[in-house]
């Protein structure tokens, strides 16, 4: 609860509540307990971890132990043979040097940012159990991206994530295993994600918003 200058005059017994003089005083001493009282009311907010932006979810980043600054690999930027991109082909692309690096730092937005926090959160606390993992999934992935655990019987699993619209971050994310939601044991094979961020195709399935079948569904991406 939070209490205004009025509220503490309002305190005043009658036999002072008509001194001028007494009420200023006392005016003077509550003023800026109020403005800190506003001030700390206002940083929860600042801090949540909905609600917070830019430099104080960086704060959160912090207290939780992950950077906003991704390692991304460098795309469109060094020469390729046979590349679509003319950014990159004979006379416009730059050769790689010896000590040219591979990757850059990439700073992500809020929104993806919030989710690598979360996704952290979630592993710190996470009971071991692929129910748990997607439990943790759903607590770290907004509404309309989704998870799919599969389990390949060999001490080995599989993960496929659809609905982040961002390739390049989705790719980075699976790449340096922000992902650690595996059994003991158990390693993770494959990576699979969509592009575009829509559902994966699979035969003969039109079923919700994981996969899909022709014209709807789109060819998975796989890093092993």
Sequence with gaps: MSYTVDYYDSLVTSEHAQAPKFIATLEAITSPIVTVQELLESMIPDFDLDTAMG?????VG???GISRYLNAPLVGVYFEWDSDNPAVEWDAGVWQGLFDPDSGLIALPDDLY???IKIKIAANSWDGSIPGAYAAFTFAFPTGV???LIDNQDMSMDVAIFGINSAWVTSALMQQQY????PEGV?????IYTPDGGPLFFWDVENTDTTAGWDVGEWGVVIA
């Design 62 to 64: 912090q207290w939780v």
């Design 179 to 182: 992902f650690p939601f595996r």
């Design 55 to 59: 430099a104080q979810l960086d704060v």
């Design 187 to 191: 390693r993770i094979r494959e990576y």
């Design 146 to 148: 989704f998870i799919l």
């Design 114 to 116: 919030r989710i690598l």
